[in-house]
């Protein structure tokens, strides 16, 4: 009988433990379930063979396809989504290896590549006439898809996109010439670091969270470090395409990105037809803050009259 209040204090701490461990990822799935659901968009789940691609959808109106950077998610669209809900159908993804979107065992991680996979989702969802828009590694492979499939894409919106490599050399790049890539953070230090080269600004998070978000990465350091290295060395640049691309396009260009430098942006600008640019002069690579605001007002205006 004696024995028993040890049991429950033990069982109590383990208990305790467990959900301290876990609370982060359980808070951040809810998080996620009723955001999505406060906007009315559905998680769904797109399976072919082995696999499967999530995805939210909703809405009603024209088409809205987003499409993320690397080592993000369709998460990373909310601020977008409460903007554009209520009028349009919103298509967002996860793509393969990311999110919880599976990593096929053939998939490929070249910006080519993962827009084949972008293909075969949107074929599968019969999607057409849609605005596609993407940021950074997102950004290249919206590109792509706009080159290859013309008659489905309406307009084209990207922001801070991937795909030209020219002589000036980001931050980020210069850091990686002397061995260190702030992408892939070991520890609390270089996840700060990573936030402020990404955004502009350190990450509004406890360090309770900055703890559980590091080992989340942490956790797929090894994935993502051979996603990155084979987006880098076997991507074809998009220079060839781009000239190629008639349809009407919106560039939005954070002049004070670390990650990609904004020059490299200036040649979508200078070699697609159709393109016209918006250039936020404090912006980093990832809009926070009152440039998320300024992007979603430069877009709905953009979708609004694409021809002006």
């Known amino acids: 009988m004696k024995k028993k209040p040890i049991y429950f204090l033990v069982s109590f701490i383990v208990l305790v433990f467990a959900t301290y461990a876990f609370l982060p990822h359980i808070i951040a799935k809810y998080h996620s379930y009723k955001s ?5 968009l559905d998680v769904k789940n797109l399976k072919y063979e082995n696999d499967h691609i999530e995805y939210v959808e909703g809405g009603q109106g024209e088409t809205l396809v987003f499409v993320h950077g690397f080592q993000s998610t369709k998460n990373y669209w909310l601020p977008y989504f409460k903007r554009f809900h209520k009028k349009y159908n919103i298509v967002a993804l ?22 084949k996979s972008l293909e075969f989702f949107i074929n599968e969802k019969d999607l057409k006439n849609f605005h596609l828009i993407g940021t950074s590694m997102g950004g290249g492979i919206a590109t792509i898809y706009a080159h290859n499939n013309p008659d489905k894409v309406k307009s084209l919106v990207l922001i801070n996109p991937l795909g ?9 790049q210069i850091l990686m010439e002397r061995g260190k890539n702030l992408l892939f953070p070991k520890n609390l230090e270089e996840f700060d670091e990573m936030a402020i080269f990404i955004s502009g600004k350190p990450l509004a998070l406890s360090a309770y969270f900055k703890k559980y978000a590091l080992s989340q990465m942490i956790k797929n350091y090894f994935f993502f470090k051979r996603a990155f290295k084979e ?11 781009l000239p190629n691309i008639k349809t009407k396009s919106l560039l939005l260009i954070g002049q004070k990105d670390r990650i990609i430098h904004p020059a490299s942006y200036e040649y979508f600008v200078k070699l697609m037809p159709n393109a016209k640019a918006i250039r936020f002069k404090h912006a980093a690579h990832t809009f926070i803050g009152k440039y998320v605001n300024k992007a979603t007002d430069s877009i709905e205006d953009f979708l609004k009259n694409p021809s002006n």
């Open 36 to 40: 999505f659901k406060n906007l009315n």
């Open 231 to 241: 987006m880098i060395t076997t991507t074809k640049t998009l220079d060839d395409i």
């Open 164 to 172: 030209i490599d020219q002589k000036l050399k980001s931050d980020l």
């Open 94 to 115: 996860d793509l393969p290896g990311h999110g919880n979107s599976s990593r096929p065992k053939d998939q490929k991680y070249d910006l080519q590549s993962i827009t």
